[in-house]
């Protein structure tokens, strides 16, 4: 039976009345990952997932934050608009990403009941173009912009998109970012499937580069296998024909998995221990 998502009274209930939380930060995190989040509080609550609030913080310790991030993005921009001439004349690998994300925009097609685009895709391009500028090592990969499309759903200012998207993908950049840890992510998931079902790992070697097939997996996150938003929501918060599949239940044999690795991790390859083990002292 899926368990009750965690609601906005009961989110509510986590803080007293100068906004400090008054359960744990484990305690949250865990019950999360057990239930869920309610869409009317995930907004607040990525904001703590993420880091762009401290769990630490007040109600007014949070306003002085918001305020400073928002003064902070609009520098971004203001920096941005002042070099964009000289990154359009002396720099082609900033037009060719510009022309590589414009395509992927073009692409992005989501209207409402009443047939109303409800993707801003100048926004879109300015946080992505901005990225870019802002992180040399993160280069954009396709796909980034389906990512970011779902943090334009979460929230509603411009510089709430922008953070959050940061603070995720350095969050993830051992995940899902090309150039840093998608090659490492494969070679974990081909050991996985070596101590959980060795029969159907040699099957896989018999058929090829199997493996690297589901190399859009980790590029984006597991973004593009599931049937809606909140399920995409619901595996990042823990964090072929495969578009049915149910966050809950994936969710709840992933932890199956990692308490079998734990039970048997004298049987663990090395492969596997930096992944799994490295909490385990």
Known sequence: MKKVPIDKVEWEGYFDESGHLVKSRDFISSNILDRGLDPAVRSEAWKFLTGYYSWRSSHDERLTVDSMRRKSYEA????????????????????????????????????????????????????????????TEAEYQQGFHEMLLLFQLLVEKEHEVYWLFQFFLQKTEHSCVVNIGVGKNLIMLKAVISFMDPVFAKHLEGKGRVVQSLFPWFCLFFQRVFKSF???????????????????????????????????????????????LQGDS
């Open 230 to 276: 909140d399920d995409v929501w619901r595996l990042w918060e823990v964090c072929g024909n495969i578009i049915d599949l149910d966050a809950d239940e994936l969710i709840s044999k992933a932890c199956s998995t990692y308490k079998l690795l734990m039970e048997h991790k004298e049987k663990v390859p090395d492969e596997l221990k930096e992944f799994f």
């Open 76 to 135: 971004l921009c203001n920096m941005y608009d002042k070099i964009q001439p000289l990154l359009e004349t002396e720099h082609r690998d900033f037009m060719q990403v510009r022309s590589f994300i414009n395509s992927d925009l073009q692409r992005l097609y989501l209207r409402d009941a009443q047939g109303y685009a409800i993707v801003d895709k100048k926004r879109l391009e300015k946080i992505l173009l901005l990225s870019y500028v802002c992180n």
